[in-house]
């Protein structure tokens, strides 16, 4: 009874309880062992080193930059006693790696290589070429040779093959930079939002460097062979500039004071220069368009001053002391009438020309360049669209021909009419004919038939500029029967 009533309530807590702890157990060393074996022996291999340089067990096996196993053990060479020489003289190292089965195979040619994972020292791993296919595969416990071993350089070992006196002075170096680093550390950080503008024109001079010309890069580079060829050919002048400037740096730092507080001011004097840069840099592209006008009338200064050297020639005549006698009474009945002429002129330019001229710039020049779009007639059917100016003239082929027959009584003008057999009333009491029925009429006709209001008192100039031609389709004219 009592054994049927322990397989009615199951399993006790404590045993769930153990069950589970073992699974959590199994299921976070399967997660972290990537599933494992964890009766299976690794494959191991060994590879000896010259020097361990620091390398521990656990430190990471890389193949091209993929961890495939890690550094099982160190151990001295063959010929090493455990502890090494009392001298140190026997670095040689015996290191087991423990390569997992996507570092595999590895070949009798492989490589190994003890190489640091930073800039500075300490950290290392072992970077293993696997060798060619075509050697055989290295078993496990397979021991390569020293020679496929290859340890890394040290810091040390390049600073001992250096002079004393060398030593000393990359100690200057580095203990001056590092003082530099700290006083400049702030200021290089307020450069940083300037960097932007400072690598946009920079790569803007770059680019204009190409040239806009085929061959002036050739031919700069071919100017600058010139320069350093006269550098070259004078090597004393050149070894007292660099003598010059040695002195040029030696007065510098005499004053440096006098140049700290000349750096100093250099912020002040760039925030007033930044205003005057862009206000700069905004009138360059009228300058610019300024000049490309002005191009033209360089070019064509030349010719100019040269045709008006004889006119100068004889004006010169024309004044010296020998004519002036003669000149002046023939000058005094002119200047009077001149004088009235140019005081008549000035108010014909400023009230008629200038209008005139502005009218025919501002309004009549641009509507002579617009082109009629008309879809009724177009290139289909023999009426190309084309400009106003040349529509404007068209009819005048036809009013020079119209008068050139004659007879005794003189030229006469024959006229055709061709009547069709459809009847459009145009205006009141005025009607027309037509051979085929009209479609529609274009452009309709202003409200109540009436003209635009002509206003012969506003001046041309200010009026709007026409723009388009295009005009509203109207209904067909009314036929009569």
Not at 28 to 35: C, E, G, N, Q, S
Not at 51 to 78: E, Q, T, W
Not at 208 to 215: D, F, K, V, Y
Not at 321 to 339: I, K, Y
Request: glycine fraction near 10%; hydrophobic fraction near 40%; proline fraction near 10%.
């Amino acid at each position: 009874m009592s054994r049927l009533r322990r397989r009615r309530g199951g399993m006790s807590t404590l045993t769930a309880g153990v069950i589970g702890i073992v699974a959590l157990v199994l299921i976070t060393y399967l997660v972290f062992t990537k599933f494992a074996n964890p009766f299976a022996s690794p494959f191991t291999v060994h590879a000896t080193f010259s020097n361990a340089n620091g390398l521990r067990p656990g430190s990471l096996v890389r193949i091209a930059g993929v961890n495939v196993g890690k550094v099982d053990s160190v151990s001295p060479g063959a010929g090493c006693p455990a502890g090494g020489t009392p001298e140190g003289r026997c670095a040689a190292a015996n290191v087991a790696l423990e390569i997992d089965n996507q570092g595999l195979p590895l070949h009798k040619d492989a490589t190994f290589r003890i190489r640091p994972r930073t800039f500075l020292e300490g950290n290392f791993f072992v970077d293993v070429s696997p060798g060619t296919p075509s050697a055989p595969a290295a078993p496990d416990g397979y021991t390569f040779s020293p020679r496929q071993g290859v340890e890394p350089v040290q810091l040390d070992q390049v600073l001992t093959s250096l002079q004393a006196d060398t030593r000393r002075n990359l100690q200057i170096l580095l203990d001056q930079y590092g003082t530099a680093v700290k006083q400049g550390g702030p200021g290089y950080n307020a450069s940083i939002p300037f960097w932007l503008p400072a690598y946009k024109y920079s790569s803007i001079v770059a680019h204009s460097a190409l040239g806009i010309q085929p061959r002036d890069v050739s031919n700069w580079i071919a100017a600058q062979g010139m320069v350093a060829g006269a550098l070259t050919a004078n090597p004393a002048n050149l070894q007292s500039l660099i003598t010059d400037f040695n002195t040029t740096a030696a007065a510098f730092a005499r004053q440096n004071i006098a140049l700290e507080n000349a750096v100093a001011e250099l912020p002040q004097t760039l925030a007033a220069a930044t205003p005057a840069f862009n206000s700069l840099n905004a009138a360059f592209p009228p300058l610019e368009a300024l000049a490309s006008a002005l191009i033209p009338g360089v070019k064509s200064s030349g010719p100019a001053i040269d045709a008006s050297l004889p006119l100068i020639g004889q004006l010169r005549l024309l004044v010296a002391p020998s004519e002036l006698g003669g000149l002046a009474p023939d000058l005094a009945a002119t200047v009077p009438p001149l004088a009235r002429l140019t005081a008549g002129t000035i108010p014909l330019m400023r009230d008629g020309v200038r209008p005139a001229s502005s009218c025919l710039a501002t309004v009549v020049y641009p509507w002579s360049q617009l082109t009629l779009n008309d879809p009724h007639f177009n290139a289909s059917n023999g009426f190309p669209p084309r400009k106003v100016f040349v529509e404007a003239v068209d009819y005048l082929p036809g009013l020079a021909g119209e008068s050139r027959n004659f007879d005794a009584n003189g030229p006469y003008i024959r006229v055709l009419f061709t009547a069709g057999g459809l009847t459009y009333s145009l205006s009141p009491g005025a009607f027309g004919q037509a051979v085929a029925p009209l479609i529609a009429s274009q452009p309709t006709l202003p409200p109540g038939g009436r003209r635009p209001p002509l206003e012969p008192g506003v001046p041309c100039e200010t009026q709007p500029p026409i723009t388009n031609l295009s005009a509203a389709t109207g209904p067909t004219l009314t036929q009569v029967k």
